[in-house]
């Protein structure tokens, strides 16, 4: 193994582009353009996005800071009207309190990890390149549900 790549147990999370990368290598499809509610797609998290758990706001240790989202949501729209008025591009996915399973992935062992699970009311402002289809073999839902 090359030095300097082994950082000790908190070695950072795959981060915004090295999880695109990873998900083209390993063969994970595009967003669908049949797409129906509910129906469970991934997100690769921008890096504005990924520092802290979103239902206590405490950072995640470096090797657990999520490089991705599994997200059953109840509708994803690609208009920009509120995604630029939120200063974002692209389109919003609405997420009407469904599960979201928070995955990290080291970028040396490629090993996935579930890092935290949240029922998440909330927009995420989102562009169609960093939406994929499930790949539950890769990212499975969790059986670790969080009580609304």
Known sequence: MKEGLERGPERPSMNEQETLRFL???GVKPFP????????VLYV?????????????????????ASIARLEPAD???????AIREGRRGGAINNEGGPVDYYAI?????????????????????????LFAA????F????????P
């Open 24 to 26: 083209e290598e390993s």
């Open 135 to 138: 790949a539950d073999e890769l």
């Open 140 to 147: 499975p839902r969790s059986d670790r549900r969080v009580e």
């Open 45 to 65: 998290l921008e890096e504005v996005m990924r520092r802290k758990r979103k239902k206590d706001g405490t950072p995640f240790p470096a090797d657990q800071v």
């Open 33 to 40: 353009d049949d797409w129906q509610p509910n129906q469970p």
């Open 76 to 82: 994803i729209v690609f208009t920009k009207q509120r």
């Open 106 to 130: 080291d970028p040396v062992t490629k090993k996935i990890t579930l890092v935290d699970t949240a029922n998440s009311k909330r927009d995420y402002f989102i562009t169609k390149e960093h």
